[in-house]
């Protein structure tokens, strides 16, 4: 079936203004994780949701990232007051189960966001 | 903290040599990751080394796993111009039950003809 589908695939938005980025998992796929990747950092975690749940939020940056999923399928991640520092690929990826040894994370084609 | 490192960061050989590219990493973890991934595209799933001493092998690219070591290899068999790309390892944050993985900084090949 389709793979990891995000968008938009780029956004550029000015410092201050509020962005939500979407992601469409694998049908099927319970695990669903936000990552961002910029120059600096390199790959970062930042969310991991089983279900509707986020068990896992330790890399969230600040208090201006949150995230929700619905009905098991799509997500957001909403970054309120951009800061240029929030500048970066955000990647989304999803997986059958986090509790089989041969998971696997299938990453989507990643939103650019460009904070001017 | 867990820690994940790659050297080298970045490797130009010729078509036709061999090399290797290592992954250190810090603590204990029960599965270890190597992602491909090219320029402007995202990450493109390669091995998933379960075990100590686990081996996976596609065409000219061998993975391997020492637990004990805490070190995976990747190593690159007659390199072909194909394989350009930068190759991630990766571990899972939470010891497999969760799956948050850890990145190492990306190891960035350039295959010259």
């Known amino acids: 079936g389709a793979g990891v589908s995000q968008s938009p695939s780029n956004k550029v938005t000015e410092k201050g203004k509020d962005v939500e980025l979407r992601c469409d998992p694998i049908s099927g796929h319970t695990a669903l994780y936000w990552y961002r990747q910029s120059l600096g950092q390199g790959l970062e975690f930042l969310i991991y949701f089983q279900g509707n749940s986020a068990p896992d939020k330790s890399g969230l940056p600040s208090d201006r990232f949150s995230a929700e999923r619905t009905g098991g399928s799509v997500s957001t991640l909403t970054i309120q007051r951009t800061q240029q520092e929030d500048s970066a690929v955000y990647l989304c990826?999803?997986?059958?189960?986090?509790?089989?040894?041969?998971?696997?994370?299938?990453f989507g084609p990643g939103t650019r966001l460009t904070v001017l | 903290e867990l820690k994940v490192e790659q050297n080298p960061l970045f490797l130009s050989m010729q078509e036709g040599k061999n090399y290797t590219i290592y992954c250190n990493y810090s603590?204990?973890?029960?599965?270890l990751y190597w992602y491909r991934q090219d320029p402007g595209k995202s990450l493109e799933s390669l091995f998933v080394?379960?075990?100590?001493?686990a081996v996976k092998q596609e065409g000219r690219l061998m993975a391997s796993l020492d637990t004990k070591a805490r070190l995976s290899t990747l190593h690159i068999t007659a390199a072909v111009h194909d394989l350009s790309a930068t190759y991630f390892c990766a571990v899972d944050g939470y010891g497999g039950s969760q799956g948050n993985l850890i990145f190492g900084k990306g190891t960035k090949l350039s295959v010259k003809p």
């Open positions: 990826a999803s997986s059958l189960a986090p509790g089989l040894g041969t998971d696997t994370q299938y």
């Open positions: 603590t204990t973890s029960d599965r």
């Open positions: 080394l379960l075990s100590n001493g």
